[in-house]
């Protein structure tokens, strides 16, 4: 069955790098996302790669995929402050209709 | 243009009792999702809804949860009989189709007292 993978927390300070990561067990995977989500609000997507893809860049968000460590990581540049937020990664396999398998979410804190 | 409504945003309930989430999807989108949060956890996958074809319900807990979709606009998730495990956050989702991205709503947060 499907399995996704996050790490809990991650905390970094304000103009570093983040690099959040996620592993996933599906090898049939078509499309990878990048869900942020703030206290109280509903998912907001951030960004999605392809599985034929091994690298998507969107402003300061960097998507690297590793097919064969099943191995998605998502780079924030420059964090601010509102990036605080929980970031949930998900997959869609083929087979699996078009229901997307979440990870736990890793909560990310900026600190000043 | 509009994004995914749910509403009630926050709903209180007494154990026992039954409760209906509504959700508007995002006009034009063919295919409906509903997700349920747990506080700390990942979302859980209960039901799919893609056009006229037949709801994938595979991931309901209980037969105490239903939903309906009317063609291709609101869907209701009716809760019956609720538990006190039942409490969570409800998120609806919608998408134009097959791989395309989920949107979400801002959830219905549910507590049963």
């Known amino acids: 069955g499907e399995d996704v993978e996050q790490s809990l927390f991650l905390s970094v300070r304000e103009g570093d790098s983040s690099v959040i990561n996620c592993t996933y067990t599906?090898?049939?995977?078509?499309?990878l996302y990048w869900y942020k989500q703030e206290p109280g609000a509903g998912l907001q997507l951030l960004t999605y790669?392809?599985?034929?893809?091994d690298m998507k860049q969107d402003q300061r968000l960097t998507v690297l995929l590793n097919k064969k460590d099943k191995h998605l990581s998502l780079r924030i540049a420059d964090t601010q402050t509102g990036d605080s937020a929980i970031y949930f990664c998900?997959?869609?396999?083929?087979?699996?209709?078009?229901?997307?398998?979440f990870g736990t979410g890793t909560q990310l804190k900026v600190e000043l | 243009g509009a994004g995914v409504s749910q509403s009630p945003s926050n709903k209180v309930t007494e154990k026992g009792k039954d409760v209906e989430l509504r959700c508007d999807p995002i006009?034009?989108?063919?295919?409906l999702y509903w997700y349920r949060q747990r506080l700390g956890q990942g979302l859980e996958f209960l039901i799919y809804?893609?056009?006229?074809?037949?709801?994938?319900k595979s991931g309901l807990p209980s037969d105490r949860f239903s939903a309906e979709r009317t063609g291709e606009s609101v869907s209701t998730l009716t809760i019956q009989r609720t538990q006190q495990e039942d409490s969570a956050v409800y998120l609806c989702?919608?998408?134009?189709?097959?791989?395309?991205?989920?949107?979400f709503g801002n959830g219905t947060r549910l507590t049963v007292t």
């Open positions: 998900a997959e869609i396999a083929t087979g699996g209709g078009n229901k997307l398998t």
């Open positions: 599906d090898s049939s995977s078509t499309y």
């Open positions: 809804f893609q056009g006229n074809s037949a709801p994938d």
């Open positions: 989702a919608s998408s134009s189709g097959l791989n395309s991205p989920l949107h």
């Open positions: 790669i392809f599985s034929n893809m």
């Open positions: 006009s034009g989108h063919t295919a």
